[in-house]
């Protein structure tokens, strides 16, 4: 790779250039008939796409997403000369040795919203030799790396870091909304790219840093800390990309127990990840104990997209590596020595205290959609509930059943008779929910109608007989807390995002390079 790594002017013609072109996002959804570009990665191979033809739009997909080689004068008389002039000069343009005349682009180049992003090529291209290397560039267009980038807050902040930055898209992005911003990687080749990502945006307010975890920002704390780690388990660390140690956890464990030292008070740190749930000690919990003597100052979340089963791990690795079933039994042996129960996959999700309150863990399962809206609800909502005034201000508050809930009477036959046995709350939005409750319940929902606050929901309940006299206030808010926490009530102030109008059918977790959650692990 030489892509060019000083200041120039040819990156702002070029971004003016492309920009000017069309190479947009909707555009190159039309062309390549796709909905979303990520589609384009969700495979190793060569994305099978409708003829590119030899218009502008055409060339530049075959040159910079495609990896074509075309006819130099053919590129000067559709781009002009100076474009082709600027490609080569900042390297996205080389003569190919192997065809005479003819130029290739050594890497891929796709918008992602407002932003250009470089990463490797994720696909052999035809007559070249194609190798994944160890240092590999992450693309930013695969699934769940677009997952990671849909879920992000845009809300501002000061300081803002992406750790395991690849193409440091994250880091970019950030540079909208954070005074400032810094990418780290550790290979050279990733922060060789994320530099030219950031000279080819014009962005002032990136930083971008080759270093382990956290190396090179020592002694700075931050508002937002993020990052898509490798995560795959594997006995041989040989992908920098992807392998995160025997359980998959090494470098998310590296960077959680680090927050304390990162994160100020009031920051969030967000990672997408797979992790373990070990005998007697759930992924929450122990993300809890990584973060040592400090861990009381902080709120964990873990929201669950989907899981693996270790075995199931065991049988994937060996058939990536090649290494047959004595691979399978290596691995399951490394699983159950460490306890391993099963490997979820989702958002953890770390909050800094900035006031005296007690903190909270929790476990969700992700809904049909999981963005970061409802990751923003879950905080709100949470902290609102650890806050110490939060049983007296909710007794003033007037809940409302949420539009999605479903209440589910099991019924049995009872000496000849068909009685109600169990009753249950169940939800899909903001996440799955379901809540084994008392049979009470089923007359208070339709009470829930937004004009009657908890503290006349109590007296209502205490008058009807539907729960003991003596209850006390705090205890019945208490209860209605549960129930708006598990997305069942909702009370203003805190509305949940409201669920995706049609159902979008079973979660999408790719397969996607490699690092995305094998698929059919998803619900
Ligand atoms: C799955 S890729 C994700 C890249 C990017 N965040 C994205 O979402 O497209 C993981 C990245 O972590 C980097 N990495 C691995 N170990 C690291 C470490 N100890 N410190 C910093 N970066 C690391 C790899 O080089 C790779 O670029």
Same mark, same amino acid.
């Given at each position: ?383 609102? @509930? ?11 508050? @007037? ?125």
């Amino acid at each position: 790779m030489s892509l060019h790594l000083q200041s120039s002017p040819h990156f702002e013609l070029l971004r003016n250039y492309l920009r000017a072109a069309g190479y947009n996002e909707e555009s190159l959804c039309d062309r390549l008939e796709i909905r979303d570009m990520c589609e384009l990665a969700a495979h190793t191979g060569r994305p099978a796409t409708p003829a590119m033809g030899s218009d502008e739009l055409g060339l530049l997909i075959r040159l910079l997403l495609l990896g074509d080689d075309i006819d130099r004068q053919q590129l000067e008389s559709a781009l002009s000369p100076r474009v082709v002039e600027a490609f080569t000069s900042l390297g996205l343009a080389s003569l190919d040795p192997a065809t005479e005349g003819r130029l290739f682009c050594p890497v891929a180049v796709y918008p992602i919203g407002p932003l250009f992003i470089v990463s490797d090529r994720w696909f052999p291209v035809v007559g070249k030799e194609f190798q994944w290397s160890d240092d590999f560039v992450y693309p930013a267009i695969t699934p769940n790396t677009r997952e990671f980038l849909a879920a992000l807050p845009v809300t501002p902040c000061d300081s803002f870091l992406e750790l395991c930055a690849g193409t440091g898209a994250a880091a970019m992005a950030a540079s909208g909304y954070a005074q400032k911003s810094w990418a780290i990687d550790i290979t050279e080749r990733s922060t060789q790219m994320a530099e030219f990502n950031r000279l080819l945006n014009g962005l002032d307010n990136v930083t971008v840093l080759k270093g382990d975890l956290y190396e090179g920002v020592e002694g700075t704390q931050f508002d937002r800390i993020v990052a898509h780690p490798p995560y795959m388990p594997s006995l041989r660390a040989t992908r920098v990309f992807a392998d995160g140690g025997a359980d998959g956890e090494q470098i998310t464990r590296g960077i959680v127990t680090a927050l304390p030292r990162f994160l100020k008070p009031g920051g969030t740190f967000y990672c997408l990840a797979q992790a373990s749930d070990r005998q007697g000690a759930p992924l929450q919990q122990r993300l809890r104990g990584w973060l040592g003597e400090e861990q009381g100052d902080f709120d964990v979340a873990f929201i669950e997209m989907c899981q693996q089963d270790p075995k199931d791990a065991a049988f994937v690795y060996a058939l990536k590596t090649g290494g047959g079933f004595a691979v399978v039994d290596l691995m399951r042996d490394s699983f159950a020595s460490l306890g391993v129960e099963s490997l979820p996959y989702g958002w953890i999700v770390i909050q800094r205290r900035n006031s005296p309150r007690s903190v909270f863990t929790t476990r969700r399962s992700a809904g049909p959609r999981i963005g970061r809206e409802e990751i923003a609800w879950l905080l709100k909502w949470e902290t609102f @509930a650890a806050g110490p005034s939060a049983l007296e201000d909710l007794q003033e508050k @007037a809940p409302v059943v949420r539009p999605a809930l479903e209440f589910h009477a099991l019924h049995r036959m009872r000496e000849g008779k068909l009685a109600p046995e169990q009753f249950s709350l169940h939800t899909e939005a903001p996440f799955f929910g379901d809540c084994k409750v008392q049979f009470w319940v089923g007359f208070l929902l339709p009470l829930c109608d937004g004009k009657s606050t908890v503290r006349q929901l109590w007296e209502a309940c205490k008058t009807n007989n539907l729960i003991h006299a003596a209850t006390p206030l705090h205890e019945f808010a208490r209860l209605i807390g549960v129930l708006i926490s598990g997305g069942f009530l909702e009370v203003a102030a805190f509305y949940p995002p409201l669920p995706p109008q049609k159902p979008e059918g079973q979660r999408r977790i790719s397969a996607s390079l490699e690092i995305g959650h094998p698929a059919g692990a998803g619900r």
